[in-house]
């Protein structure tokens, strides 16, 4: 049994497909496929069921996985005690964010962790919470900036800030001179969202339950940039955060009467080590959040 053989194996049994597992680890298929063979002569016990173009589990995979994903997880912490005495600040670093965070929140802002850290090996992905989480657990992230709460036993959660919540409707709505709006004044209007999964969908519809509103759901996406020219151009309204609001954009941004917000926060692992880039990296973070909201 070799570590490549365990990380291949967690690989597939996270994506549950060879091909994707290859792609995700940077190796030949034909080769990732010829090493879980190996694992499992050595294990003497068959790790995969193979079901069309997917594969599951079998038993002996079920009670393999755990063991080997605690193995990889150790491994990397050693590597990360190491590389924290020998090098300083360096290393790599794997962060996540959610896509509701990443293109206003971190992207504009990552050139200058870069800068600062030129030894620190940044690798950026960008998920919806549950699999942020999936791969936090599985080591493959070392932390993430997500929407808290969230509701695991093995992650620790710290905010970062707090972000006002809009209505966004298009500029010849009834509403749009509004100062400010109640969402009951909006009842059975067309209410334009994000995909299931997205925790910023998990938001808006709890304030709509909360204000005890009723929407018509008719569209729902994976970014904000196909939901505001959908909203300017009449077809429904939708809540958006603080950070979707652009001067240049193709709606009105209201303010609700009562006000609203998510948090941001970062989240990792509680059993994990935290190395010097990670370390720096959460300086930075907290860094950069207080000059964002000093913004207006």
């Not at 080769?31 to 068959?46: D, F, H, P, T, V």
Request: hydrophobic share 40%; aromatic share 6%.
């Amino acid at each position: 049994m070799e570590i490549h053989q365990l990380r291949y194996f967690c690989a597939v049994a996270r994506t549950r497909s060879f091909t994707k597992a290859a792609e995700q680890e940077r190796v030949a298929q034909p080769s990732l496929s010829q090493q879980i063979s190996r694992l499992e002569q050595s294990l003497g016990a068959k790790l995969f069921d193979r079901l069309g173009r997917g594969v599951q589990l079998t038993e002996a995979g079920r009670a393999l996985l755990p063991q080997a994903t605690e193995i990889l997880r150790q491994l990397n912490n050693a590597k990360t005690a190491v590389e924290s005495l020998r090098r300083g600040v360096a290393g790599r670093l794997a962060v996540g964010c959610i896509p509701t965070v990443t293109p206003y929140f971190l992207a504009p802002q990552i050139g200058d962790f870069a800068q600062k850290f030129p030894d620190v090996d940044l690798r950026l992905v960008e998920e919806i919470t549950p699999k942020l989480v999936e791969l936090l657990q599985a080591g493959e992230l070392d932390l993430a900036v997500v929407s808290p709460p969230l509701h695991n036993p093995d992650l620790v959660c710290s905010d970062l800030f707090r972000e006002t919540i809009y209505v966004a409707v298009c500029k010849k709505h009834r509403l749009a001179s509004a100062r400010q709006v109640s969402l009951p004044a909006l009842n059975d209007e067309r209410l334009l969202l994000l995909k299931e999964g997205h925790c910023f969908r998990d938001n808006a519809l709890t304030i709509c339950s909360r204000s005890q509103t009723n929407f018509v759901s008719i569209f729902e996406t994976n970014q904000f940039s196909s939901i505001l020219p959908l909203v300017g151009a009449g077809f429904g309204v939708s809540l958006v955060p603080h950070m979707a609001v652009t001067a240049d954009a193709p709606c009105v941004f209201l303010p609700l009467e009562r006000e609203a917000h998510r948090r941001i926060g970062y989240v990792r692992v509680r059993r994990h080590a935290a190395g010097t880039a990670q370390k720096a990296f959460i300086q930075w973070l907290r860094e950069t959040s207080r000059a964002w909201r000093s913004t207006p």
